[in-house]
C-alpha cells in the first residue's frame, strides 16, 4: 500500500499543476488516468460503484465524488480532486482542493482551516485512541475556525476494496466509538463548508453539494496507524 500510494501522490501533485484557468475537469480525469497507467497502476475509482471516471472533481459548492466534465476551470474558482489508486492488488485514496489562479483571502482561510484539520486528525490517530476523540478532534478545530462539518460523510477504512470498515467520522464526542488498532489502514478525510454543512445531491446526480450553495473544502490522505502514530501512506 505504501508503493502504491507513493504513485498516488506523485499522480495529484502533477494534476494539481495542471488545476489552472482554461483547464476542464474532464482534462484533468484524462491526465489523471494516463499517469497512473504509466506508472503499472490501475485507477481505483473507475467502474466503482459505477462511477465511470477516474478522478472525483469537485468544483467550489461541490464537497465530493463531482464528475469530471466540460466545466472550463475559472480564475477565483477551487476544485476538489479526489484519486484512488489500485497496485497489486490493494487501493489507496487522496484528495487535495486546489486554488484555481488567485482566490478570496476568506477562500484561503477554508483551505488552510481543512488542510490544518487533516493534519491534527493525523497527529491523533493512532494505537488505543478511539474513533470519537479523532472526530472530536478535527469538528473541535474546524467549528473553532467557523466552519461547518460534513456529517453525511466520512473516512474510512481502506484496503483491498476502496471503502472498508470501520467509519472515520470528522465529528464526534470523546471516548466513544471503538478503537484504532495497529496494523488498520484508514482514510482521515475532513470535509469542510464555509457555511452550513447540509448537503443535496450535486446536479451531476452523483456528487454531493452544500445546500446553501457555500463553499467547501476537502483533504485525504491513508494512513497506517501504528503505537506511535500514523504513517502517512499517501505521500512522495
Partial sequence: MAEGGKILAAVLAEIEKMAKPGITTLELDKAAEALIVKHG??????????FPYSLCASVNENVVHGYPSNYTLKNGDIVGLDLGVLYKGYNTDMAVTVPVGEVSFETKRLLQATKKALRIGMKKARDGVKIGDLGETIQRFVEGQGFGVVRNLCGHGIGKA???DPFIPNFGKRHTGIEL??????????????????????????GFATKDGSLAAHFEHTVAITKDGCKILTQA
Fill in 41 to 50: 497502476a490501475k485507477p481505483a475509482f473507475k467502474g466503482y460503484q459505477k
Fill in 162 to 164: 476502496v471503502h472498508e
Fill in 181 to 206: 488498532k495497529e496494523g488498520m489502514v484508514i482514510c482521515i478525510e475532513p470535509m469542510v463548508t464555509a457555511g452550513d454543512y447540509t448537503l443535496k445531491k450535486s446536479e451531476d446526480g452523483y
